[in-house]
């Protein structure tokens, strides 16, 4: 019984949502030439705390709500918190050439 109980416990760990404190949601973006990869396709509205996390091999940024990081460099982070409201809202690289290669997509906010 015990095993059951922690096993669920693990399962319900995993299945919540991740949060970075009270009423903020955390997103990991991975950054590689030329893709992002977010950990989540849809947030709820409200405050979003970005983490841009470079795994490429060259400088990357993250806009997003009129707002975006600094050009980091690779194996380096970056966050950015804004507030969302519900829709679709797009989000790019803004480094010259990065967003029509592939590093822009839309982020649902429910």
């Known amino acids: 019984m015990r095993t059951f109980i922690a096993l669920t416990a693990m399962i319900l760990a995993v299945a919540v ?5 009270a009423g903020v ?3 990991t973006v991975t950054a590689t030439e030329f893709h992002f990869k977010l950990s ?3 947030v709820p509205h ?7 996390v470079n795994k490429g091999h060259i ?4 806009k997003i709500a009129g707002k975006k990081t600094a050009v980091i460099a690779a194996g ?3 966050t950015l918190t804004v507030t969302l409201a519900k ?7 803004t480094v010259p050439g990065h967003a029509s290669a592939g590093m822009k997509g ?5």
């Open 59 to 62: 400088g990357h940024d993250f």
């Open 40 to 42: 989540r396709v849809s």
């Open 17 to 21: 949502p991740t949060t970075a404190s």
């Open 46 to 52: 409200g405050k979003v705390t970005f983490v841009l």
């Open 87 to 93: 829709g679709k809202v797009a989000y790019s690289c």
């Open 25 to 27: 949601t955390k997103v």
């Open 76 to 78: 380096k982070t970056a």
């Open 106 to 110: 839309n982020l649902s906010v429910t």
